[in-house]
């Protein structure tokens, strides 16, 4: 991989952030956008704007066929068996909030659900309003010291009660990646279904959604260099079928009348109103531009990054890292002892570098180890060896003034 042509492709990494060259370590939060894909979004308004699905007109037809392009490159990429499958949402959270939506209408009270420790809130809060509506229980798989869940308590906590699992393929705030096949088929085992939330993964790792056997897997564009505001839902043909609608509106009906409205097939029944057609249409091409540089590269290379920045990071006083299994993407969640991570964020954005601080929207994690956020450093494949110097000199700097 020769990175520094690849830097040519992300214009913004050229920026300065208060007269220093911008260190950009917060792609767990959201990932740059190489001209690539910035081309695709001008050519998509300079020559195909219209509305799709609805036009007999050219313009209309070809962005249409542009769009629905895209969805067969995102089930190529995912290996889902059918298009249809693949269905476009804003991004991971509305992913999620459809599916725990669907299934207010399939469970009963006293059913259980099943969620790990490690989760964002997006993957939380969602099922907690599923439980409220419908007398489900939900139940927390829970985590250790280094991070990694307790799967020994998990198969514990399985039993034909159990209707759903879900879980993070990586966690956002630690970077430790879940032994999801582990998870999938002991759920499967006891007859629940699985959701997958693989916003974290995505930018590191191409999922096999056949592979892995999984119900629902879902993942947002920004993550992985396509732009915010889309992402997608994979889920298994027989249970996209048996959940019920999301949204009401056009595009996701067969018929209405006012006695009766029968609704529109797959994938079509969950995308109601104008979608976000150019960012659909974008992903594709983030999804392109990844798989050129090619996932196996990206993920040895960023290998090579977190260990780097693991030992470097290490040497320093007092530095504690969150999240110390061997199976992790490249993302450090520390913090230095008596020093609020807010203000190492602070002063190390003072000398250009970003890096994300706070809970991470991920609260239980930084309630189990009795600590009020982190300072997380999340790395792409356009960063480089000599940026995480400059995180750690950063760093010091930070923890000699603020100590
Ligand atoms: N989920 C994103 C993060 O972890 C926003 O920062």
Not at 321 to 345: C, L, M, Q, R, T
């Amino acid at each position: 991989m020769d990175i520094q042509k690849i830097r040519e492709d992300f214009p913004i990494l050229k920026r300065e952030i208060n007269g220093y060259p911008l260190v950009y370590f917060d792609n767990a939060a959201t990932s740059q956008t190489p001209k690539q894909v910035m081309d695709c979004i001008v050519d998509y308004y300079s020559n195909y704007n219209a509305n799709i699905h609805r036009g007999v007109h050219t313009l209309s037809q070809e962005a249409t066929d542009l769009y629905e392009a895209s969805r067969k490159k995102i089930q190529a990429h995912f290996n889902a068996k059918k298009d249809y499958e693949i269905i476009f949402t804003s991004g991971t959270t509305h992913s999620i909030n459809l599916v725990a939506n669907g299934f207010s209408a399939l469970l009963k009270e006293g059913d259980e659900l099943i969620v790990s420790a490690l989760e964002h809130h997006s993957n939380i809060v969602p099922w907690q309003m599923l439980c409220e509506r419908t007398g489900a229980v939900l139940k927390v798989i829970p985590m250790d010291e280094n991070g990694e869940l307790k799967m020994d308590v998990y198969s514990e906590l399985l039993s034909d009660k159990t209707k759903l699992v879900f879980c993070n393929h990586i966690s956002n705030a630690l970077g430790v990646i879940n032994p999801i096949e582990e998870i999938i088929a002991k759920a499967h085992a006891v007859g629940a279904a699985v959701l997958i939330d693989g916003a974290q993964a995505c930018p590191h790792i191409k999922p096999d959604v056949q592979a892995l056997d999984v119900d629902f897997y879902v993942a947002s564009a920004h993550k992985m260099c396509g732009p915010t505001g889309v992402g997608m839902l994979y889920g298994k043909e027989e249970w996209l079928k048996k959940l019920p609608p999301y949204q009401g509106g056009g595009e996701m009906i067969a018929e209405v009348t006012f006695e009766k409205t029968t609704y529109a097939d797959l994938p079509h029944k969950f995308e109601a109103g104008t979608p976000n057609i150019c960012g659909g249409i974008a992903f594709g091409a983030a999804i392109d531009y990844m798989n050129n540089i090619g996932f196996d590269a990206i993920l040895a290379y960023e290998n090579e990054l977190l260990k780097y920045g693991t030992e470097k990071l290490n040497e320093i006083e007092g530095l504690k890292i969150y999240g110390v299994s061997d199976k992790k993407a490249s993302v450090i969640s520390f913090n230095i002892e008596g020093i609020h991570p807010y203000d190492i964020g602070t002063i190390v954005d003072k000398l250009g570098v970003a890096v994300r601080t706070g809970h991470h929207c991920a609260q239980p994690i930084m309630d189990f180890f009795k600590i009020p956020g982190t300072v997380r450093a999340s790395f792409a494949f356009y960063n480089t060896k000599e940026e995480i110097d400059v995180l750690v000199a950063a760093v010091k700097k930070a923890s000699m003034m603020l100590s």
